[in-house]
């Protein structure tokens, strides 16, 4: 390609790039594979590597790579960043509505006209972007709200930001704009992040808004990138060359300009409908996948607002409605542990009912011994508990002044609760585990593991179900599940509550339950052989590393097959993780297991297409001529067995030519286009 063709390709690529970019991470609507989007990705940058010349500060491919920093640099904001005030209930959001209809009526308006927005308060870290002529120049905390430190190397990570805003054809970006939001890290990611902080015997963090404080906080941009942060942008700040007539339209023109802004904003012109809203937030605020500690209400109108001005530090035109807290102070009566499905003891707390956040809770989860120490918690203990949205509560630490001497220190159970096994906690690692194989708690957390929804998927069998069948002796494994006969579980007791006579009321399964059972368990044997592997719950074997395997030796033989050293040399996979492989393969009851599974109809090789993230995931061959050692149907399979694809003729999308003897008119094709073409011998090589 020429210099100017290049180029060319490059903008092309870098437009569609930030295009899916927004359709994935600001709309939630992608319209392409992640291949297809990773195609794009490796294409610009190898141009960008072969032409360093062509680098734009703004290319997607520059978000992650700047050197960690000595220190923040101090900036001042171009205006300063409010708080606001708050109304802790219904009167008092009623208050702030007289208060400023008092003031707009006397300054001539008339306040029964005054239009309002509500949106969430999300509980996050309040920052500025600061774009110049389209391109974000700076991002900075809030700090004191005059002066912030400047964090742009980690902002820049943080995928829903736009490194230029999103322009129609022609339109002229503003000189200067000042973006506001709120980052943050969605629950499931603290919860995984304080699970792997535990694991690794790391302190873990109190609540979302701290870890993702810490993350935007982070001298290393390469650490903040790991973090999955996320914004919400509720505010144009400072800005040259626009003008809104309301809070409304400002929100309009970051959402069309690439920002992200809450889907769930709304504008009443009534302000009965205000409060209802405030009230259907508190009520969204346990299903939301952020933390979220109040609504925010700000008055809509541009010109009300510079009427209404500031007071100190927070603007009379807007109020935050604060929740009920989501922290409360409890008495920790007692740590159980719950044996998981390897046999790690997970320590709880069992608490004094206490309200938080709306909801009463009276368990909590406690990570690891380790880190039950590490924040002092003792049995008989005042503690304080949070909860996050969705997140299992979690105990914060105790309240030591409540003292009175009578609490005990934690030791874990030298003995498993389940089935009386003495316990063993390996030598480096924070976990104390069972090492009874056929503990009844790690049988029964393994048939849960099983069927559940990332595995095999049987939405017929619940976890309650599966208790009550192995508490029955209908089943003592999960090869069981497929083996049951409908007739001995229609009118089967589960269990029983008493009604209001006092009479017992036995609760049977009934025929349809029973069906829909069978129905789901079915449909599960189509589940890839990844997914199988996944299902086995085979330590360390999560489903990344099960498709890695599965990729790599095709069908269960070739696994059993193999070597530690074998295993580990897989890409990925690693001697721990080899050795797990080899210690659940040696065991006969789940070879016996695997038999069974295999006798019910489950896949335990795999299928074409599968192996998304195998060694040819994304890459499109095409065959050419005949080949020596392969029918094309084998080099099919073997291709299709690794991820990759093939297709009927060459074209932009081929990646591969492959050239047998006597090639016909795709050589040529492949030839004119500049496609690699490779001999039999190479691409033998290739899949290794
Ligand atoms: S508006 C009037 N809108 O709450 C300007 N703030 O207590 C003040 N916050 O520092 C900001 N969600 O960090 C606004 N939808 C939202 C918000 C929000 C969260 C935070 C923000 C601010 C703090 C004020």
Known sequence: MVATD?????????????????????????????????????????????????????????????????AFVQVRHPQPMFSLANA??????????????????????????????????????????VYEEGRLARGATRGNGEIGEDVTANLRTIRSIPLALRLKRGEAPPAVVEVRGEVYLPLAAFAKLNERRAAAGKSTFANPRNAAAGSVRQLDPQLAARRPLNIWCYQVGYNEGLDFASHWEALKWLKEHGLRVNPLVKRHSNFAKVVEECNAWEARRAGLDYDIDGAVVKVDSTELQRVL???????????????????????????????????????Y??????????????????????????????????????????????????????????????KMPESCPSCGSRTVRPEGEVVVRCPNKSCPSQIVESIKHFVSRGAMDIDGVGEKLVESLFKLGLIKNMADLYFLKPEDLVGLELSSSLNKQGKKVPHRLQRRSVDKMFAALAASRDRPFSRVLFALGIRHVGSINARLLAGRFHDVDAL????????????????????????????????????????????????????????????????????????????????????????????????????????????????????EIISENEFLKLIG
């Open 349 to 410: 707390a069992v608490m004094e009912p206490v309200m938080v956040g709306g909801v009463t809770i009276s368990q909590a989860t406690l990570h690891n011994e380790d880190d039950i120490h590490r924040k002092d918690i003792r049995e008989g203990d005042w503690v304080v508990v949070q909860r996050a949205g969705d997140v299992i509560p979690q105990v914060v630490g105790p309240v030591v002044q409540k003292r009175t001497g009578r609490e005990t220190p934690y």
């Open 560 to 675: 059993m097959a193999a070597s530690r050293d074998e295993i580990a040399s897989v890409e990925g996979i690693g001697p721990i993780i080899a050795e797990a492989v080899r210690e659940y393969l040696e065991e006969p009851h789940n070879l016996e297991t695997i038999r069974r599974l295999r006798s019910a109809g489950l896949r335990f090789r795999l299928a074409g297409g599968e192996a998304a993230g195998g060694k040819l995931a994304g890459k499109t061959f095409v065959l050419t001529g005949s080949l020596e050692s392969l029918t094309r149907s084998e080099a099919r399979e073997k291709i299709e067995a690794l991820g990759g694809k093939v297709s009927g003729s060459v074209g932009k999308g081929t990646d591969y030519v492959i050239a047998g003897e006597k090639p016909g008119s795709k050589l040529s094709k492949a030839q004119e286009l500049g496609k």
């Open 6 to 70: 290049i180029n060319k390709r490059a903008e092309e690529l870098r437009r569609r790039i930030n295009h899916h970019n927004y359709l994935y991470y600001v709309m939630d609507q992608p319209e392409i594979s992640d291949a297809e989007y990773d195609r794009l990705f490796t294409e610009l940058k190898r141009l960008e590597d072969e032409h360093p010349g062509l680098m734009t500060p703004d290319s997607p491919t520059r978000r992650v790579g700047a050197e960690p920093l000595a």
């Open 88 to 129: 802790r209930n219904e009167q008092e959001l009623e208050d702030w509505r007289r208060r400023i209809g008092k003031l707009l009526g006397d300054a001539g308006f008339d306040p029964a006209q005054t239009a309002y927005v509500t949106e969430p308060k999300i509980d996050g870290l309040a920052i500025s972007l």
């Open 309 to 347: 001005g500031i007071v100190g530090r927070d603007p009379r035109w807007a109020v935050a409605y604060k929740f009920a807290p989501s922290t409360a102070i409890t008495h920790l009566l007692k740590i159980n542990v719950n044996v998981g499905r390897t046999g790690a003891l997970n320590p």
